[in-house]
């Protein structure tokens, strides 16, 4: 399987807050082709008609005739659970895969700030009625994010995601210090064991030099992995407090909302894009460079500041379709495409 290097982006936006459900922010594109030949794109998003107060964004889903023109689904796949401590506030970050019985959807799920963000998994008949699995999937002392789950040749399943790795004082408290590419191992899709070492290291230049966010992996000859990834704001850059780091904060006001709060940390400084890496057996990568960027703050691109968190999807004709989080100079996030070369 060949996975291309260059690619152009395609106009316009695929998916744009237009509704209470996805007003304030849309992020963190799943694209999945179903059996009738469509597309149906999962994403997080929050609006004002969020289901409870504190809540800080859930999984919605569009549907397309062609990939390129999406029309919102009624209602939301997956919401955060309020009485359940480690998903109380967030999901988001969704990664799909077949299973026998239907799909199982594995996502990151947030509580407050000071306990580690964690993986779970919820499974459908259809894609679109989703029953929460119990439990964890995956998590560790700092935190793990942005699950991607790769089925493997001998049966197996691999899931790769972000690791967040504090100082002693640990998540909501402590300085995080990284956040390298890990995996871990499955037979059943739902019982993981870390494999060792790192997939991917961050913070190895200065274009990564705020962490990794998010990492596609392609399995082939060789495999190839998209991630994106952030560079730290000019010294001296006083960076307002981003609301999932806080742990005493309580966004349920109409005016001091999560998602404000969140976009205005995004603005301070912060630049993310897209890179590139390979490894001949999906454990051991190496870096290739930078496949997207904007055109920077004050620029007119749609992902001027910021692109990250994608999710690909190769076409009927052979070539490969990017989907991923953009955000413009305005601070305005939409989910943006690219098509390979």
Same mark, same amino acid.
């Given at each position: 399987?060949?996975?291309?290097?260059?690619?152009?982006?395609?106009?316009?936006?695929?998916?744009?807050?237009?509704? @209470? !459900?996805?007003? =304030?922010?849309?992020?963190?594109?799943?694209?999945?082709?179903? *059996?009738?030949?469509?597309?149906?794109?999962?994403?997080?998003?929050?609006?004002?008609?969020?289901?409870?107060?504190?809540?800080?964004?859930?999984?919605?889903?569009?549907?397309?005739?062609?990939?390129?023109?999406?029309?919102?689904?009624?209602?939301?796949?997956?919401?955060?659970?309020?009485?359940?401590?480690?998903?109380?506030?967030?999901?988001?970050?969704?990664?799909?895969?077949?299973?026998?019985?239907?799909?199982?959807?594995?996502?990151?799920?947030?509580?407050?700030?000071?306990?580690?963000?964690?993986?779970?998994?919820?499974?459908?008949? @259809? !894609?679109?009625? =989703?029953?929460?699995?119990?439990?964890?999937?995956?998590?560790? *002392?700092g935190g793990v994010g942005a699950p991607r789950y790769v089925s493997l040749p001998d049966g197996r399943g691999r899931l790769y995601c972000v690791e967040s790795r504090y100082d002693a004082a640990g998540p909501g408290r402590g300085r995080r210090l990284s956040t390298p590419v890990v995996s871990a191992i499955t037979r059943d899709g739902l019982t993981f064991m870390r494999e060792p070492g790192i997939r991917l290291r961050d913070r190895e230049s200065d274009l990564d030099s705020a962490g990794i966010t998010a990492a596609e992996p392609v399995p082939g000859e060789p495999w190839v992995m998209y991630f994106s990834a952030w560079q730290d704001v000019p010294a001296g850059t006083v960076v307002p407090p981003h609301p999932s780091a806080d742990p005493t904060a309580r966004m349920s006001g109409s005016s001091a909302n999560f998602a404000a709060a969140s976009i205005a940390a995004d603005m301070a400084g912060y630049r993310s894009r897209i890179f590139t890496a390979r490894s001949s057996n999906g454990l051991d990568w190496v870096r290739d460079g930078l496949v997207i960027e904007g055109d920077g703050y004050g620029g007119i691109d749609l992902d001027a500041v910021h692109a990250e968190d994608m999710s690909l999807i190769k076409l009927p004709d052979g070539r490969w379709r990017m989907y991923y989080a953009a955000c413009d100079t305005h601070g305005v996030w939409r989910i943006v495409s690219a098509i390979s070369d």
């Open positions: 399987m060949s996975i291309p290097h260059t690619w152009r982006k395609e106009k316009g936006a695929r998916i744009e807050g237009h509704r @209470d !459900l996805d007003l =304030w922010k849309v992020q963190a594109p799943c694209i999945v082709a179903t *059996a009738d030949g469509r597309y149906r794109l999962f994403y997080t998003g929050v609006g004002p008609a969020k289901p409870f107060a504190d809540c800080q964004g859930y999984i919605l889903s569009a549907v397309s005739d062609d990939g390129l023109s999406f029309v919102a689904e009624p209602g939301i796949r997956l919401q955060p659970d309020s009485a359940t401590r480690h998903m109380s506030l967030r999901v988001l970050a969704p990664s799909v895969a077949r299973i026998n019985a239907g799909w199982r959807m594995y996502f990151e799920a947030r509580g407050p700030a000071d306990l580690p963000t964690s993986i779970c998994s919820a499974v459908s008949p @259809d !894609l679109l009625d =989703w029953t929460l699995e119990p439990g964890m999937r995956l998590s560790s *002392a």
